[in-house]
C-alpha cells in the first residue's frame, strides 16, 4: 500500500504546481522524474514518468495559450479607448472634424434690394457677422459686448435693416444715395452695438477727399440794403425736424448745395463745377428728396439709426455726369 500512496502524493504535487513547472526546462524536469524514487518498481517508474511528462506538458500548453490569448486580446479592447480619447483631443483644441456643420447657415440675394436668410442656431453674433461681411462685401463692426451674444434665429428673405435688428438691439448702416433715377440706397457700412454704446465716428466709413468753400455775394455790391434783402429771397434754406425747405431763383447749382451743406451742418465735396442756374420751391421734405429734385449729379451719404429711426445726413458730392464718387 505504500507504493500507491507515494504516487498519489506525487501526482497531487505535480497538479498543485503545474505553473512552476511550465517554467522549468526540460532537463530539470527529467531530473525531478528521475529522482522521484529508484524504490519503485521499473514498470511503475515508467508508467509515473510517462504521466508527469504528460501532466507537465498539458499544464505548459494551458499556461502558454493563456498567456497568448491575453497578449492578442488586449490591443482590441484598448485601441478603440485611444481613437475615442484623440477625437476629444482634436475637438477639445478647437479644430471641428470635416463632418462638423457650422452652427448658421446665411444667404444673401442683392436683385436691387438686400435679401437676408438666415438659420442660427446658438451661433456667436461674431461669427455671422463676418460672413455677412463676405456675402455683402462691407465692413460690419460688432462691439465686444455683442461680438460674445449667441442667437437662435430663422427667418427668411428678410430686407437688410430688420435683418440686422434681430442681431443687435442698437444697429447704424451708413448709406450711398445715388440720385440719379432708378438708384437705390447702397449700405457702405454696418454698426452692430449693445443700449447705450456711443455711436461710431462720423468718418468710420464715409470719408472725403476735400470740402469746398464758396464766397457768395456781388462783387458790385453797393451796400443797399433792399439789394440785399432781393437777394436774401432769390436763396432760402431751412433744416427742421428733419425736413428741409428750399427756394431757389436762378441759382448756381454749387451755391444751392453749399447753403444746404451748410444748413445741414455737413461737409460738401465738388468734383464738378456746375454753374448752370436753377429756380425750385421745396417745402419741408426729406433731405434725400430735395436733393433728387436737384440734380442726378448729386451723391448724398447718410447713417441709418435704426432704433431711433433717424436719418442723418454725412456729406455731399456733386459729381460730374459720367464720374462717380
Known amino acids: 500500500m505504500r507504493r500507491p500512496t507515494k504516487i498519489d502524493r506525487i501526482f497531487r504535487s505535480v497538479i498543485g504546481s503545474h505553473s512552476t513547472l511550465a517554467c522549468w526546462d526540460y532537463q530539470k524536469m527529467f531530473r525531478f522524474i528521475c529522482c522521484t524514487n529508484n524504490g519503485l518498481p521499473f514498470s511503475s517508474r515508467v508508467f509515473t514518468k510517462i504521466a508527469l511528462t504528460f501532466v507537465v506538458t498539458v499544464a505548459t500548453c494551458v499556461v502558454a495559450f493563456g498567456q497568448s490569448e491575453t497578449s492578442t486580446s488586449a490591443p482590441t479592447e484598448t485601441k478603440p479607448s485611444e481613437k475615442t480619447e484623440s477625437n476629444n483631443a482634436h475637438n477639445q483644441n478647437g479644430q471641428p472634424n470635416k463632418e462638423t456643420k457650422p452652427p448658421f447657415t446665411l444667404s444673401v440675394t442683392e436683385d436691387q ?38 442667437v437662435t434665429l430663422n427667418f427668411s428673405d428678410l430686407v437688410l435693416e430688420p435683418a440686422m435688428q ?18 437705390v440706397p447702397r449700405p457702405l457700412g454696418i454698426y452692430l452695438q449693445g443700449y447705450n454704446e456711443a455711436p461710431p465716428a462720423e ?7 476735400s470740402d469746398v468753400m464758396i464766397i457768395e455775394g456781388d462783387t458790385e455790391d453797393t451796400g443797399d440794403s ?9 436763396l432760402e434754406v431751412k433744416y427742421e425736424k428733419g425736413e428741409i425747405s428750399v427756394i431757389a431763383k436762378k441759382q448756381p447749382l454749387v451755391v444751392v448745395l453749399y447753403s444746404i451743406a451748410n444748413e445741414l451742418g455737413v461737409p460738401l465735396q465738388v468734383t464738378n463745377e456746375i454753374v448752370d442756374p436753377i429756380s425750385i420751391n421745396i417745402q419741408k421734405t426729406s433731405v434725400e428728396s430735395a436733393l433728387r429734385q436737384l440734380s442726378q449729379n448729386i451723391r448724398l451719404y447718410l447713417r441709418a439709426d435704426l432704433m431711433t429711426q433717424e436719418r442723418r445726413p454725412l456729406r455731399i458730392v456733386l459729381v460730374g455726369p459720367d464720374k462717380k464718387s
Do not use: C, W
Not at 442660427?120 to 460672413?131: C, G, L, N
Not at 433792399?226 to 432769390?234: A, I, L, P, S, T
Open 113 to 150: 434690394i438686400i435679401g437676408i436668410t438666415l438659420k442660427a442656431q446658438d451661433a456667436t453674433v461674431k461669427e455671422i457677422a463676418a460672413e455677412l461681411s463676405k456675402r455683402l462685401k462691407i465692413p460690419i463692426a460688432v462691439t465686444p459686448i455683442i461680438e460674445r451674444h449667441r
Open 166 to 183: 434681430q442681431l443687435a438691439p442698437q444697429v447704424f448702416i451708413d448709406y450711398e444715395i445715388d440720385m440719379a433715377a432708378g438708384n
Open 203 to 209: 468718418n468710420a466709413v464715409v470719408k472725403g477727399n
Open 226 to 234: 433792399k439789394d440785399k434783402d432781393d437777394k436774401e429771397q432769390d
